[in-house]
Nanobody, 127 residues
Framework: DVQLQASGGGLVQVGGSLRLSCAAS?????????VGWFRQAPGKEREAITC??????????YYADSVKGRFTISSDSGKNTVYLQMASLKPEDTAVYFC?????????????????WGQGTLVTVSS
């Protein structure tokens, strides 16, 4: 039974930082996988912001222009968790953040057809 749980959201001020976590059960982040972070603001479409893909010991990361240079995705196979470190937060970063996972490597970014989706965690950036 595969489950993903996103956590770590909260209320932060402009310029602050947050670290989101995506913990998996019934699914491993050790090799041959892709995990993506998505966000959806009220009244807006879901946006793919970053993905990490690992295969045969090689890891690749992808970022949307809106977060590049401010957000960093990483994985910890020992904890079976993928993280999203967010810095220099802006009001437009306010959204519900979701993580998703699939077996196999990512071919192109953005990609939305993930096998498993977690529940979202709310990030609110206030000035």
């Amino acid at each position: 039974d595969v489950q993903l749980q996103a956590s770590g959201g909260g209320l932060v001020q402009v310029g602050g930082s947050l670290r989101l976590s995506c913990a998996a059960s019934g699914f491993t982040f050790d090799d041959d996988y892709t995990v993506g972070w998505f966000r959806q603001a009220p009244g807006k479409e879901r946006e793919a912001i970053t993905c990490i893909s690992s295969n045969d010991g090689h890891t690749y990361s992808y970022y949307a222009d809106s977060v590049k240079g401010r957000f960093t995705i990483s994985s910890d196979s020992g904890k079976n968790t993928v993280y999203l470190q967010m810095a220099s937060l802006k009001p437009e970063d306010t959204a519900v953040y979701f993580c998703a996972a699939s077996e196999g490597v990512l071919v192109s970014f953005p990609f939305y057809e993930f096998d498993f989706w977690g529940q979202g965690t709310l990030v609110t950036v206030s000035s």
